[in-house]
């Protein structure tokens, strides 16, 4: 009986600092801020315009790809009754933010922009102001994701390029990362 109160107790400080520790990382998470904010320092020639190398993709277009007729049908055909833009399966790979806290999105942020920066890169708020992001080591502290080889990029495409898409097609990393890349040249 003792034996069984004091580890209720104990319990229970646990669960007290694991809910604080909770608020205190939920508090100091960084936001969304949405692709025109990245695309202000990203949109030149000289260094590699990223902004419009990904308006010209398809990860661009992935939320309005969802606004189709088509989609619409591939999402009845799934057994879901909402339509393809409201379903929660669609968007997770389509989107970035559906399920997130409102909390967690700047006011730029938008769901419509499909497949943007901050999905791969991770939210911008807290590496954004170009002092950190002229710093790789500070940018990836302030929440910049990093990307240590072809294996890591790669293992982040596969999280929606798989067999868990109604449409997929074989994913041929080479070629796809080909398409899409946008490197700052090198002098
Ligand atoms: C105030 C300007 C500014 C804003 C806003 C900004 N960046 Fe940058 N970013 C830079 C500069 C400057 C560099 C250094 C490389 C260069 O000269 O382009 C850089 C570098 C990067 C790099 C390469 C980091 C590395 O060294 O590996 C990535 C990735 C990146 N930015 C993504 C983003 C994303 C995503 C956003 C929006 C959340 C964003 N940036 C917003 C200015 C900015
Ligand atoms: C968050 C999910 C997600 C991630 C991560 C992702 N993609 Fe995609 N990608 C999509 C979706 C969704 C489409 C379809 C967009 C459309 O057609 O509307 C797409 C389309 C593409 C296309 C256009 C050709 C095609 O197959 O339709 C290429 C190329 C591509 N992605 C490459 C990549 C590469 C390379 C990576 C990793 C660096 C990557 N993607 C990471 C979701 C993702
Ligand atoms: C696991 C991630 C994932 C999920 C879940 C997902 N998609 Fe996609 N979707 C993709 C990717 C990646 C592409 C582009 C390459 C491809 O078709 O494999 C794509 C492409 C599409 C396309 C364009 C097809 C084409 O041939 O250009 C449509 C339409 C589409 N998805 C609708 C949907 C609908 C509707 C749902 C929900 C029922 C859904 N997707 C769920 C990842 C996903
Ligand atoms: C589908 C995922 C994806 C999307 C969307 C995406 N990026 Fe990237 N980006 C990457 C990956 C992966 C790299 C390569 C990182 C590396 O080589 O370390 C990269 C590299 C970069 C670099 C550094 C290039 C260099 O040569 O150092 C910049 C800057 C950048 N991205 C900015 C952006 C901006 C701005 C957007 C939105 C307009 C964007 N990215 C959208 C995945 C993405």
Same mark, same amino acid.
């Given at each position: 009986?003792?034996?069984?109160?004091?580890?209720?107790?104990?319990?229970?400080?646990?669960?007290?600092?694991?809910?604080?520790?909770?608020?205190?990382?939920?508090?100091?998470?960084?936001?969304?801020?949405?692709?025109?904010?990245?695309?202000?320092?990203?949109?030149? &020639?000289?260094?590699?315009?990223?902004?419009?190398? +990904?308006?010209?993709?398809?990860?661009?277009?992935?939320?309005?790809?969802?606004?189709?007729? #088509?989609?619409?049908? =591939?999402?009845?055909?799934?057994?879901?009754?909402?339509?393809?833009?409201?379903?929660?399966?669609?968007?997770?790979?389509?989107?970035?933010?559906?399920?997130?806290?409102?909390?967690?999105?700047?006011?730029?942020?938008?769901? #419509? #922009?499909?497949?943007?920066?901050?999905?791969?890169?991770?939210?911008?708020?807290?590496?954004?102001?170009?002092? =950190?992001?002229?710093?790789?080591?500070?940018? =990836?502290?302030?929440?910049?994701? #990093?990307?240590?080889?072809?294996?890591?990029?790669?293992?982040?495409?596969?999280?929606?390029?798989? &067999?868990?898409?109604?449409?997929?097609?074989?994913?041929?990393?080479?070629?796809? +990362? &080909?398409?899409?890349?946008?490197?700052?040249?090198?002098?």
């Amino acid at each position: 009986m003792k034996k069984t109160a004091i580890s209720t107790l104990v319990l229970f400080i646990i669960s007290l600092f694991s809910f604080s520790t909770v608020l205190a990382s939920e508090k100091d998470a960084p936001t969304f801020i949405g692709v025109k904010k990245c695309g202000m320092c990203h949109k030149k &020639d000289a260094t590699g315009n990223q902004l419009k190398i +990904w308006k010209d993709a398809k990860h661009s277009q992935a939320f309005k790809t969802l606004q189709s007729e #088509e989609a619409d049908k =591939i999402a009845a055909e799934k057994g879901f009754k909402t339509k393809a833009a409201e379903t929660p399966e669609c968007l997770a790979c389509h989107t970035t933010g559906h399920d997130l806290d409102a909390a967690m999105l700047g006011k730029n942020f938008k769901i #419509e #922009e499909g497949v943007q920066c901050e999905t791969c890169h991770g939210a911008g708020s807290k590496y954004k102001s170009k002092k =950190i992001m002229k710093d790789q080591a500070k940018s =990836i502290a302030n929440g910049l994701v #990093e990307f240590k080889d072809e294996a890591a990029i790669k293992e982040l495409c596969v999280t929606c390029h798989n &067999d868990k898409s109604p449409t997929a097609k074989e994913f041929d990393f080479a070629k796809s +990362w &080909d398409e899409i890349k946008h490197p700052v040249p090198t002098k």
